[in-house]
């Protein structure tokens, strides 16, 4: 079947730009993750949902850092006015529920901040 | 102050070389000790969760297994296809279900 999606892969964008990253999850998993990893990094947290509300956001680095799950499955991850510090990798997984052992990670989502 | 530290950053070892990746953790109640590898361009990929203390797993060439202050990921005679970043993440009881903590990985070649 199908694992996680992020769209886009790459993103460019210039420094104050408002970007989104999305993540579409395995159908059926009720938990999703948002981590981002830079270069020689392992995965951070940064927020996770069960079903539609936000169950963690202690990772979000700043308030220029929102996400959303408004019908309990497609995620999108939104940075304002983004800094050239906020390029990085951002994955998203999802998992069946919030107990489950397995976190199944999407590629990806490469944002440069120029 | 990182919760979990893996060593060493880079390992090369030549294919059929048994070795073991080291991952200590800090969390004050662990609630699941868990392992991924991780290819170039790719999300991780999970591969196996440890909960208590003398606890194994195995999968083909890999093994892991729990003390209460680390985790080893034991790698019999590799080959090149093993090459991979091997994460580490703990599963704190003072955090919510869902959060994890990941170290910074070791990077694994593999050469003929």
């Known amino acids: 079947g199908a694992g996680v999606s992020q769209t886009p892969s790459n993103k460019v964008t210039e420094k104050g730009k408002y970007v989104e990253l999305r993540c579409d999850p395995i159908?059926?998993?009720?938990?999703l993750y948002w981590y981002r990893q830079s270069l020689g990094q392992g995965p951070e947290f940064l927020i996770y949902?069960?079903?539609?509300?936000?169950?963690?956001d202690s990772g979000l680095p700043n308030d220029r850092f929102f996400a959303v799950r408004p019908e309990g499955s497609v995620s999108t991850l939104k940075i304002q006015r983004t800094e050239r510090g906020d390029s990085a990798v951002y994955l998203c997984?999802?998992?069946?529920?919030?107990?489950?052992?397995?976190?199944?990670f999407g590629p990806g989502t490469r944002l440069t901040v120029l | 102050e990182d919760q979990v530290t893996q060593s060493p950053e880079a390992l090369r070892l030549q294919e059929g070389e048994s070795s073991s990746l080291n991952c200590s953790y800090t969390v004050s109640g662990l609630r699941g000790l868990f392992w991924y590898r991780q290819d170039p361009g790719k999300g991780p990929e999970f591969l196996f969760t440890?909960?208590?203390a003398g606890e194994e797993k195995e999968k083909e060439r890999l093994k892991a297994t729990l003390t209460k202050k680390e985790s080893f990921l034991h790698i019999t005679a590799p080959k090149p296809e093993d090459s991979a970043t091997y994460l580490c993440?703990?599963?704190?009881?003072?955090?919510?279900?869902?959060?994890?903590?990941f170290g910074r990985g070791t990077q694994l070649t593999v050469w003929p």
């Open positions: 993440a703990a599963r704190d009881r003072g955090s919510t279900l869902g959060r994890l903590y």
């Open positions: 159908s059926g998993h009720t938990a």
């Open positions: 997984a999802s998992s069946l529920t919030d107990t489950s052992n397995e976190q199944f």
């Open positions: 949902f069960q079903g539609t509300g936000a169950a963690d």
């Open positions: 440890l909960y208590s």
